[in-house]
């Protein structure tokens, strides 16, 4: 029998009242830090060791996400050095040429977008198809809105969520919910093929109706993002040797069994040795000296901006965890969530149904706040805690989870999330957050029923 403390119950009490402030679309990185300073203060008993546990705890977080801190801070760098010698123009014409018809429109913005949000991630991605393939999009009748849909469900959602290049969420969830990533990712591809397939046609479905009865939707214009490249030569040889580096490392991954962590190291060496590239090859080494330093300072200025928040909430997350806790409190720390699982297991009767809806549940809601990773500790936490009624399979779990939480918090259906690909493309973030709504609902449902099956 598993009895509950009151340091379990202040565990609970604190994970509602985040779940709380999230639902009032409230930032929740001080519920995590107080929460952190209450349960330090439950095991040591001191306002001293409290104190102490919420630096170690934001500490040893920091550490567990480090990597994947560096990686994009790295691959951020190489696309803004890419994008300064004009590389990415050249990268994305071979794709503008394809596009013929409204529907390839769709479908190319699309599929670009998901390619490269995998390779350099959403955000960049962003400025990155919008300035090449919107002029292009709006000359074949696509409206901006719905240019902006296929941007977000694409990249935000689908690159993003599954992450499988760059490793980011999948790591995070796994980390909290005691597996390896591989698992994670694993578990995850059924789950998110069924969402992006779902997703993907109701949205193009629901394209076509709205061109159907709003037919001069079709005619609006857009701006035209290009710019002049100053040297041609340079920005294809550039075009043609970051895809193909990255490629090489695909290979590398899949020929030597290169995962986890080894496969996010071996891209973010590549990511730094092309940005020095990039830059020598457009200023020169004296030049370059500085200009690298400037890439270099934007790349992990983004990165901290998006993992600043999540390295809190994680912190206090990361605490259910047996051997997290261990590690900020003492050897003698217990596994809150295992233990809270086995007294749910004992006391409630949970069916793979019910357990499934409320992982989806919870990674909706914490994608409230417009973040697709600060729900990720959370979800994966959560995930642990139900496993341990030994009815459900973890990763599988923890899957439904993350890609609950980053589809909704990732910049799909919150409107503050919409901002960056409803700015480029000179449309309301709301209007974006409305037309992706219905798409993605549909997904979460049929995920989650698909989850129950393989659970």
Not at 114 to 138: D, M, N, Q
Not at 347 to 364: F, K, M, Q
Request: include cysteine.
């Amino acid at each position: 029998m598993v009895t509950l403390t009151s340091l379990h119950i202040a565990y609970i009490v604190i994970t509602v009242a985040v779940l709380a402030a999230l639902l009032l679309k409230k930032e929740i990185v001080l519920p995590c830090a107080l929460g952190i300073l209450i349960i330090g203060y439950l095991y040591k008993g001191s306002l001293i060791g409290a104190v102490q546990t919420l630096n170690n705890a934001i500490i040893h977080s920091c550490i567990e996400l480090l990597s994947i801190i560096v990686v994009i801070a790295l691959v951020v760098a190489m696309s803004h050095a890419m994008i300064a010698v004009g590389a990415d123009q050249m990268l994305m014409r071979p794709v503008g040429r394809i596009i013929r018809t409204r529907n390839t429109a769709f479908w190319a913005i699309g599929l670009a977008m998901l390619i490269v949000s995998w390779l350099i991630w959403p955000s960049p991605a962003v400025a990155l198809i919008g300035a090449l393939l919107l002029p292009v999009a709006s000359r074949v009748g696509l409206p901006a809105i719905w240019a902006a849909v296929a941007m977000n469900l694409f990249g935000h959602g689908a690159g993003l969520s599954s992450d499988f290049f760059i490793q980011g969420a999948p790591d995070i969830t796994a980390t909290a919910a005691g597996v390896d990533t591989v698992t994670v990712m694993r578990a995850s591809l059924p789950l998110w093929a069924v969402m992006c397939i779902t997703t993907f046609a109701v949205a193009f479905f629901l394209m076509h109706r709205d061109l159907k009865q709003n037919p001069s939707l079709a005619t609006v214009e857009l701006h035209d993002f290009s710019r002049t490249i100053e040297r041609p030569r340079l920005a294809i040889t550039i075009a043609v040797l970051i895809p193909a580096a990255l490629l090489f490392d695909v290979g590398l991954m899949v020929r030597f069994g290169i995962t986890g962590g080894d496969a996010t190291a071996l891209v973010a060496g590549t990511a730094l040795i092309l940005m020095s590239i990039t830059t020598i090859a457009d200023h020169g080494v004296r030049n370059a000296l500085e200009i690298a330093t400037d890439h270099l300072r934007d790349g992990f200025i983004f990165a901290i901006k998006i993992f600043a928040p999540v390295i809190v909430i994680a912190g206090f997350f990361f605490l259910g965890s047996e051997s997290f806790a261990q590690t900020v409190l003492g050897p003698d720390a217990r596994g809150l969530l295992s233990d809270i699982g086995l007294w749910l297991a004992e006391h409630v009767p949970l069916s793979r149904a019910s357990i499934a809806v409320l992982e989806t549940a919870v990674g909706a809601i914490t994608g409230l706040d417009g973040s697709g990773f600060s729900g990720l500790p959370l979800c994966g936490a959560l995930a642990q805690t139900f496993a341990a009624t030994g009815s459900v399979d973890v990763a599988t779990l923890a899957a439904l989870g993350q890609i609950s939480t980053v589809w909704v918090g990732g910049g799909t259906i919150i409107p503050w999330g919409c901002v960056p690909v409803a700015a480029i493309c000179g449309i309301k973030a709301a209007d974006l957050a409305k037309k992706n709504l219905i798409p993605v609902v549909c997904g979460l449902a049929a995920t989650t029923i698909a989850a129950i099956i393989l659970m």
